[in-house]
């Protein structure tokens, strides 16, 4: 990365649906993010490690390491980290209440932002039917998924090589597909339900890749996104207020003044 961002500092930091273990895992762009964003308590939020894709194939690059090894030394340096594990990382429910090099494992949790409201954090996939009474189904949905994965990459190899910035086709495909959209639609309405009966004030969670944070269902649904195609975080500023951080987007345009200047230089 050539252009350097402002590191900084945050009340809060959420990620979900990292996928460590798979090709399709961004890890050096997490690792970038990481370098720059720090926070009192990481959350965590599923799908960090993928069990899944791991027992059918084992794929663990230096990145991938490197990516637990920063995590665990900024617990080393103070942070709460607390991971709510996913359907990809469900083998780690069988450790809900242990601590690992200062990670809590939670089965979900509640967090309490710096003006007072109270939020569920949970991965999310416990409203997912699919998962829950199909899970067949959601075995051939990620072999699909992953499928998809392998032909973004190709499009954003032709892309890099024309000049152009990063571009999620499944993420395009996943809002263009009517039953998709109603699926997300769906989720979003599911979760608001169980924050608004758990008595909070919002929710935030992972699961369908689809970074968000609006009121929609009358009650405030945050969702962090992944690490495979959209490089999404969600982030609590010392006011209370959160933000849904696109590290590629933000990545592009700090560096934008430096490749412009390369153009003008060739030219």
């Excluded at 649906?17 to 090709?23: E, K, M």
């Excluded at 899970?135 to 699909?144: H, I, K, S, T, V």
Aim: glycine share 8%; aromatic share 12%; with cysteine.
């Amino acid at each position: 990365m050539s252009a350097t961002p402002e590191p900084k500092h945050y009340r809060a930091l959420f990620l979900s649906d990292i996928h460590l273990g798979t090709r399709g895992c961004q890890a050096d762009l997490l690792l970038d993010f990481l370098k720059y964003n720090d926070a009192e308590t990481i959350y965590l939020v599923g799908d960090i490690v993928d069990g899944w894709r791991m027992r059918r194939s084992w794929y663990w690059p230096q990145a991938h390491n490197d990516v637990v090894q920063k995590l665990l030394r900024k617990a080393r340096k103070g942070a709460r980290i607390v991971y709510t594990p996913g359907n990809h990382d469900e083998f780690l429910r069988d450790f809900l209440g242990t601590h690992f090099g200062g990670v809590e494992v939670q089965a979900d949790a509640v967090h309490t932002t710096a003006d007072g409201r109270e939020f569920l954090i949970i991965h999310g996939d416990q409203f997912d039917v699919v998962v829950r009474h199909a899970r067949w189904l959601a075995y051939f949905g990620d072999w699909a998924y992953v499928s998809a994965l392998n032909l973004n990459t190709l499009v954003n190899i032709v892309r890099r090589r024309l000049g152009l910035t990063y571009w999620s086709l499944s993420s395009w495909a996943k809002l263009k597909v009517k039953n998709a959209v109603n699926f997300i639609g769906r989720f979003e309405e599911t979760l608001s339900a169980e924050a608004r009966r758990r008595k909070v004030d919002g929710v935030i969670c992972g699961h369908i890749h689809h970074a968000a944070d609006h009121s929609d269902w009358g009650i405030h649904y945050i969702n962090t996104g992944d690490w495979v195609e959209s490089c999404t975080a969600v982030v609590e500023h010392h006011d209370g207020t959160f933000e849904v951080i696109r590290w590629i987007d933000d990545r592009s345009a700090a560096e934008a003044p430096a490749r412009i200047g390369r153009a003008r230089a060739a030219a």
